[in-house]
């Protein structure tokens, strides 16, 4: 079974910087696809960052240049470091799996990619 569990949410001023984890549990080591997406109020589930079993990483063109993606594998934990941040980027952040054998160049960033996901975690940009 394979366990998602973020945390790291809060509130913060607009250039500020948050940092949030995700430990996953379950994975092959290797053999996996991680990833990050938000759903704000009204809108889409969008996909954030993700991360390939051999370290290709892939942003949206939102949050490219301010959050940086990496894991840990040892420690089976996620991570997504958000820097200068914006009122736009107020969502509910999910962290995602999936056990994967495919070699990503640009790891996805569609949900439908990835089938094991956490309850999620606030993120507040006040301006």
């Known amino acids: 079974e394979v366990l998602v569990v973020e945390s790291g949410g809060g509130s913060v001023q607009a250039g500020g910087s948050l940092r949030l984890s995700c430990v996953v549990e379950g994975l092959s080591y290797s053999h996996f696809l991680l990833g990050w997406f938000r759903r704000a109020p009204g809108k889409e589930r969008e996909g954030v960052a993700a991360v390939g079993g051999l370290g290709s990483t892939s942003y949206a063109s939102s949050v490219k240049g301010r959050f940086s993606i990496s894991t840990t594998f040892a420690k089976n934990t996620l991570y997504l470091q958000m820097n200068n941040l914006k009122p736009e980027d107020t969502a509910m952040y999910y962290c995602?799996?999936?056990?994967?054998?495919?070699?990503?160049?640009?790891?996805?960033?569609?949900?439908?990619?990835?089938?094991?996901w956490g309850q999620g975690t606030q993120v507040t940009v006040s301006a």
């Open positions: 995602a799996a999936q056990e994967s054998f495919a070699y990503y160049p640009v790891p996805p960033l569609g949900a439908d990619e990835y089938k094991y």
